[in-house]
């Protein structure tokens, strides 16, 4: 008995280990890269995030949290991120009015559009 024990005891350690990686990256999220962030700084923070006076918005969207939602709740977010960039609502044309500077350029829509495809594939896998 001993000895079956501890032949099979490196296995359950494995798989504790691996349990235990997954859940601490689940956790810990994936962080936004660093160009991705750039522009949703430039176009999506002022209203997206913790403080920001437009509370629909944030309530909607609160990427300062972004690290703390479960998986299911990015893809659903990164699908309606793709969404409204693909349909040219977001930034709203009323904001763009006073803040032209804040509008997504092509190349900035196409980014942002491959990062949530690619994000979307990861989180699903």
Same mark, same amino acid.
């Given at each position: 008995?001993r000895?079956?024990l501890?032949?099979i005891l490196p296995? +359950?350690?494995?798989i504790?280990?691996?349990?235990?990686?997954?859940?601490?990256?689940?956790?810990?999220?994936?962080e936004?890269?660093?160009?991705i962030?750039?522009?949703? &700084?430039? &176009?999506?923070?002022g209203c997206?995030t913790?403080?920001?006076r437009?509370?629909d918005a944030?309530?909607?969207?609160d990427?300062k949290?972004?690290?703390e939602?479960a998986?299911?709740?990015?893809?659903?977010?990164?699908?309606? +991120?793709s969404e409204? +960039?693909?349909?040219?609502?977001?930034?709203?044309e009323?904001?763009?009015?006073?803040?032209?500077?804040?509008?997504? &350029?092509?190349e900035?829509k196409e980014k942002v559009?491959e990062?949530t495809?690619k994000e979307?594939?990861k989180?699903m896998?």
């Amino acid at each position: 008995m001993r000895v079956r024990l501890w032949s099979i005891l490196p296995v +359950i350690l494995l798989i504790l280990a691996a349990s235990l990686v997954s859940w601490i990256n689940v956790q810990k999220g994936e962080e936004i890269p660093e160009d991705i962030a750039e522009i949703l &700084s430039t &176009s999506c923070y002022g209203c997206h995030t913790t403080g920001a006076r437009a509370e629909d918005a944030v309530k909607k969207l609160d990427f300062k949290k972004w690290d703390e939602l479960a998986p299911t709740k990015k893809v659903s977010l990164l699908t309606e +991120i793709s969404e409204v +960039i693909d349909e040219g609502v977001m930034p709203p044309e009323k904001f763009l009015k006073n803040y032209p500077e804040k509008a997504l &350029s092509d190349e900035d829509k196409e980014k942002v559009l491959e990062w949530t495809g690619k994000e979307t594939a990861k989180l699903m896998e």
